[in-house]
Nanobody, 127 residues
Framework: QVQLVESGGELVQAGGSLRLSCAAS????????MGWFRQAPGKEREFVAT????????DYADSVTGRFTISRDNAKNTVYLQMNSLKPEDTAIYYC????????????????????WGQGTQVTVSS
């Protein structure tokens, strides 16, 4: 089993930057693809970014491409989301998620495919 704890969310002005972290428990973190999702009030949870277990392959939602970067440090059991040029529409609770994958290069964008979720961290972008 994997436990995930997000941190780094806060209030920031539009145009600013934040880095979210997600610390994972367990000895097999390097076998899991990791994802970031977000949910704004009154909206469904949406995909933001994903990274493969081998740390190489990534995928992003169109709305964040070029502004957000996902990365991971398997030695530290941590995945990051660097968010630049933040916009008010980025305001949401951000969740990290994990799913064990057989193929090291696999990226996973569907939320229903993930087995483990963190509790979320609030990001608020003021205009």
């Amino acid at each position: 089993q994997v436990q995930l704890v997000e941190s780094g969310g806060e209030l920031v002005q539009a145009g600013g930057s934040l880095r979210l972290s997600c610390a994972a428990s367990g000895r097999t973190f390097s076998s899991y693809a990791m994802g970031w999702f977000r949910q704004a009030p009154g909206k469904e949870r949406e995909f933001v970014a994903t990274i493969s277990s081998n740390t190489i392959d990534t995928d992003y939602a169109d709305s964040v491409t070029g502004r957000f970067t996902i990365s991971r440090d398997n030695a530290k059991n941590t995945v990051y989301l660097q968010m630049n040029s933040l916009k008010p529409e980025d305001t949401a609770i951000y969740y990290c998620a994990a799913v064990r994958t057989v193929i090291p290069s696999a990226v996973v964008t569907a939320p229903y495919a993930y087995h483990y979720w963190g509790q979320g961290t609030q990001v608020t972008v003021s205009s």
